[in-house]
């Protein structure tokens, strides 16, 4: 059974791998946060010029075994980056992660957005 996907694998590990592949290129000089946060930008435009000016429905790309490679491909680039920004700055990412869907929910509070609505007027 592989055991290396979503459900089984954990943050943590994610962070060694990244770690592991930075420092076996001597890389670490070249991820200061600025040159990381850049970089996930890049990745994040180059994930979303995959569906620039194109009308993809969810179904549609799902359909389509090419682009959805480049998509997979495009969002493990944005999450290799965070994760190395992460480890730059030494945090924890599940606590920030909890701590903003805890502000998350009290910003966007169920009683006023349980509609649909996506916006506060
Ligand atoms: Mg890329």
């Not at 946060?37 to 994930?47: F, I, K, P, S, W």
């Not at 992660?97 to 509070?109: A, R, V, W």
Request: aromatic share 10%; net charge negative; proline share 1%.
């Amino acid at each position: 059974m592989n055991t290396i996907n979503d459900d089984y694998t954990t943050i943590s590990f994610l962070k060694q791998e990244v770690n592991k592949f930075v420092i076996e290129r001597d890389w670490c000089k070249y991820h200061t946060p600025k040159n990381l946060v850049q970089a996930l930008n890049c990745e994040a435009g180059e994930l979303s010029q995959l569906l620039l000016f194109k009308d993809h429905s969810r179904e549609n790309i799902l359909d389509n075994e090419d682009l959805l490679s480049k998509i997979r491909d495009e969002a493990a680039d944005v999450l290799i980056y965070l994760i190395s920004l992460v480890n730059s700055l030494g945090f924890d990412l599940t606590s920030a992660f909890i701590e903003k869907m805890k502000k998350n929910k009290k910003k966007y509070d169920i009683l006023e957005f349980n509609d649909g609505k996506y916006y506060k007027k």
